[in-house]
T-cell receptor, first 109, second 114 residues
Framework: KNEVEQSPQNLTAQEGEFITINCSYS?????LHWLQQHPGGGIVSLFM???GKKKHGRLIATINIQEKHSSLHITASHPRDSAVYIC???????????FGKGTHLIIQP | DAGITQSPRHKVTETGTPVTLRCHQT?????MYWYRQDPGHGLRLIHY???????DKGEVSDGYSVSRSKTEDFLLTLESATSSQTSVYFC?????????????FGPGTRLTVL
C-alpha cells in the first residue's frame, strides 16, 4: 500500500510570495496527481505527472521518480490561490488514487 | 467537469437506515470511483468500477456496497448507516487519452448520519 505524505499541513503566506508544497510517496507509481479544493467546493485536477516538470500559468509541478518526491510551486501567489492542495499517487491499474492529507494554503493580501 | 453529477447533494439520515448515493456521468468513461473525505484522513477510496457489473473494493469498503448496471451510473449503498459514515462522498471518473490519465470529481454529497 502506498503511503503519501504532504508537507506542510498548513501554510500562510503573503500575497506575491513563492509557495512550495511537497509530496513524498513510499512505493513506485505510474503517475502523481495534484488537485485543488476550494473551501466548500469541488475537487479540481491541476496536474498529472509521470516524469519531469509541468507548468500551467503560475503553477509548476515537478517530480523526482528516483527520490519518490514531487513539489507544487505557486509563483506570485494571490489570495485566490487560497485552497487545499492535495497530492495523490496512481499505481497505474484500475484501482483509484491514494491521497495525501492535503495542504491548507492561505494567501493574505 | 466531465459531466459528472451526484445525487442527493445533501442528506441527513438516522442510524440503521439504508442510503443510496448516485453518481451519473454523460461521457461513457469506463472507470468510476467512490471516495469519502474526512478531516484528518483526507480522501480514501471506497469502491471502484472498471466496467458494467465489474467492481472491486477499495481501502475503506466495509459497510458499503456498489452497483453498476449501466455505464453512466455508479451507485453507492450504505445498507445500514452508522454515525461513522458521516462524511462527504465524492464520485470520480477516470479519463484516459494518450499519455493523459486524469480523474474528474463530482460535486460531492454531504451525508450526516444521526
Amino acid at each position: 500500500k502506498n503511503e503519501v505524505e504532504q508537507s506542510p499541513q498548513n501554510l500562510t503566506a503573503q500575497e506575491g510570495e513563492f509557495i512550495t508544497i511537497n509530496c513524498s510517496y513510499s512505493v513506485g507509481i505510474s503517475a502523481l496527481h495534484w488537485l485543488q479544493q476550494h473551501p466548500g467546493g469541488g475537487i479540481v485536477s491541476l496536474f498529472m505527472l509521470s516524469s519531469g516538470k509541468k507548468k500551467h500559468g503560475r503553477l509548476i509541478a515537478t517530480i523526482n521518480i528516483q527520490e519518490k518526491h514531487s513539489s507544487l510551486h505557486i509563483t506570485a501567489s494571490h489570495p485566490r490561490d487560497s485552497a487545499v492542495y492535495i497530492c495523490a499517487a496512481s499505481g497505474g491499474g484500475a484501482d483509484g488514487l491514494t491521497f495525501g492529507k492535503g495542504t491548507h494554503l492561505i494567501i493574505q493580501p | 467537469d466531465a459531466g459528472i453529477t451526484q445525487s442527493p447533494r445533501h442528506k441527513v439520515t438516522e442510524t440503521g437506515t439504508p442510503v443510496t448515493l448516485r453518481c451519473h456521468q454523460t461521457e461513457n468513461h469506463r472507470y468510476m470511483y467512490w471516495y469519502r473525505q474526512d478531516p484528518g484522513h483526507g480522501l480514501r477510496l471506497i469502491h471502484y468500477s472498471y466496467g458494467v457489473k465489474d467492481t472491486d473494493k477499495g481501502e475503506v469498503s466495509d459497510g458499503y456496497s456498489v452497483s453498476r448496471s449501466k455505464t453512466e451510473d455508479f451507485l453507492l449503498t450504505l445498507e445500514s448507516a452508522t454515525s461513522s459514515q458521516t462524511s462527504v462522498y465524492f464520485c470520480a471518473i477516470r479519463r484516459l487519452a494518450g499519455e493523459t490519465d486524469t480523474q474528474y470529481f463530482g460535486p460531492g454529497t454531504r451525508l450526516t448520519v444521526l
